[in-house]
């Protein structure tokens, strides 16, 4: 069993390694095009609007075959998507092709889990799981970076222009998004050696209307089962908030840092760096029945995000960013494995987790039109991050609340 989750994780390593990798390639490309600043926040938004619109079908999907098979066709998609990406398809197209492969690919790698391992290891599992994503994340941002910067223009590109035959490869992002093409085909031929499982909850009928019927039934059995509801509400709003700081940062940063682009894509590195500590601290001290204590966790988290507002030091910025990033990662850990035990329970882990996925991205697509909204009407970054922090403070203020409610209710 060990050497299949390794595997897996492998697998979801250098998927999601590309996933943050070309996230920073398209916005450079984004700025190679000139498109207008709102695009930026609106890219991801393409990426996540598959996560809605295919939420009903994608938990039905990855519970009717075997979830290597599933993670495989997944990153077959990603491959399509980002190779539409270098032969000029805008990238808001492109993105959006390559968000179909993720939502496909999430109930997979989540769901997995729950079928290779008992109860009392998924806390374990998600920390493994979660902070290798984290470490991904953070390379990626990295790599990214560096594949859109000076250096890769100067020293590579200009070399390959000079071949006969380069591809059609003239700028940095271009290049940047070639070697993620290649990222994702190393990420499909990990996932042919994942052992075929047994499908756990083979579909008795197929249509369009059962499925979103069945999608509906799930959606209110995880919302209407309390353990269910806290920690959907609470993994929601994080990735919402979390997505969304992540552009904020490169946006705040190049105010109050004057940071490049290549900076920006760096800093954001850093609460990924804190989150992977978080996820580290979750593993040793939370179990499983005490998930629903960290929840004043995420009121920190609020704080801290709108002390950013007076930092002029990178060095300060670098301190807070892990120190949120720690908070989020003690308090998302639990509340993933808690929302994917229930889930587990009460429907199949590949139906709960397309649940998850729904609500998670469409928190995120609101959070992220509010943000391009903002932008579009002048709000200054400083603004932003002063009405963000209070979200943050305040929503987690109001979950706690209402959930210390139910407990005391139930007695």
């Given amino acids: 069993m060990n050497r299949i989750f390794y595997i897996i994780l492998s697998a979801q390593f250098f998927s999601s390694l590309a996933d943050n990798a070309l996230l920073f390639a398209a916005i450079a490309l984004l700025k190679d095009l000139n498109a207008p600043a709102w695009q930026t926040p609106v890219l991801h938004q393409f990426f996540v609007f598959s996560f809605i619109i295919l939420a009903p079908f994608v938990g039905a999907f990855s519970d009717a075959l075997p979830k290597g098979r599933v993670m495989f066709i997944s990153n077959g998609i990603k491959v399509v998507g980002c190779f539409a990406m270098l032969l000029g398809l805008h990238p ?17 790698k989540y769901g997995i889990l729950t079928e290779f391992l008992p109860s009392n290891r998924l806390v374990w599992a998600n920390s493994w799981m979660e902070g290798l994503t984290v470490g991904s994340i953070i390379l990626g941002a990295i790599f990214g970076g560096f594949l859109i910067g000076h250096r890769v223009e100067d020293e590579v590109v200009k070399q390959l222009s000079a071949l006969k035959f380069n591809g059609g490869i003239d700028t940095a992002p271009e290049f940047a998004i070639f070697v993620v093409f290649i990222l994702y085909f190393i990420a499909a031929i990990i996932n042919c050696y994942i052992p075929k499982l047994p499908v756990e909850h083979s579909l008795t009928k197929r249509t369009i209307g059962f499925l979103i019927v069945d999608f509906w039934q799930s959606f209110l059995s995880l919302w209407k089962d309390p353990l269910g509801q806290v920690s959907l509400a609470v993994t929601s709003l994080f990735w919402g908030a979390g997505t969304s700081l992540r552009f904020i940062i490169i946006a705040w940063s190049a105010v109050a840092l004057s940071f490049d682009l ?12 804190g989150l992977a500590l978080g996820a580290i601290v979750a593993a040793k001290a939370v179990p499983l029945d005490h998930a629903v204590k960290v929840l004043p966790l995420g009121i920190g988290m609020g704080l801290v995000t709108l002390s950013m507002v007076w930092v002029t030091d990178w060095r300060i910025s670098v301190a807070l960013l892990i120190l949120v990033g720690i908070l989020a990662g003690c308090f998302l850990i639990p509340m993933n494995a808690l929302l994917q035990f229930r889930g587990h329970k009460l429907m199949g882990s590949g139906h709960s987790i397309a649940v998850q996925n729904f609500n998670e991205n469409l928190s995120i697509l609101l959070m992220l039109g509010a943000y391009a909204l903002m932008i579009d009407n002048g709000l200054s970054i400083n603004s932003i991050v002063i009405l963000f922090g209070l979200f943050i403070t305040a929503t987690m203020a109001l979950l706690t609340k209402i959930h210390t409610h139910d407990q005391d209710s139930r007695g």
């Fill in 92 to 108: 808001l197209l492109a993105y959006g092709l390559v968000g179909i492969g993720a939502a496909l690919y999430s109930p997979a």
């Fill in 262 to 273: 290549e900076q920006a894509t760096q800093l954001t590195a850093v609460l990924a760096v």
